[in-house]
Nanobody, 120 residues
Framework: QVQLAESGGGLVQAGGSLRLSCAVS????????LGWLRQAPGKEREFVGG????????SYADSVKGRFTIARDNAKNTVYLQMNSLKVEDTAVYYC?????????????WGQGTQVTVSS
């Protein structure tokens, strides 16, 4: 059973940065796409971004393009989400997700999430 453990969330002022990490165990990390979803209060869970098995391809939601960067370390079974120029509207619970392909991340297996709060 694959397990994903997110960390790195917290409270940050608008314009600041945070880096989320997700340690993956019990699954085929190197042969899976990885990504991040988020859910703000009262809203549906949405796709933030994803990275392919090799790390050679990435995909981002329009709302985070140019500000967020996903990276993976296959030796450490860890995926990262670097978030820069944070906005109040980025406030949400962020979930790490794993799936065979980037295109299927929205319906993949996710962790328990980490809270990110951006204050004005």
């Amino acid at each position: 059973q694959v397990q994903l453990a997110e960390s790195g969330g917290g409270l940050v002022q608008a314009g600041g940065s945070l880096r989320l990490s997700c340690a993956v165990s019990g699954g085929t990390f190197s042969s899976s796409a990885l990504g991040w979803l988020r859910q703000a209060p009262g809203k549906e869970r949405e796709f933030v971004g994803g990275i392919s098995r090799s790390g050679g391809a990435t995909s981002y939601a329009d709302s985070v393009k140019g500000r967020f960067t996903i990276a993976r370390d296959n030796a450490k079974n860890t995926v990262y989400l670097q978030m820069n120029s944070l906005k109040v509207e980025d406030t949400a619970v962020y979930y790490c997700v794993i799936s065979p392909f980037i295109a299927t991340l929205r319906t993949g297996h996710w962790g328990q999430g980490t809270q990110v709060t951006v204050s004005s």
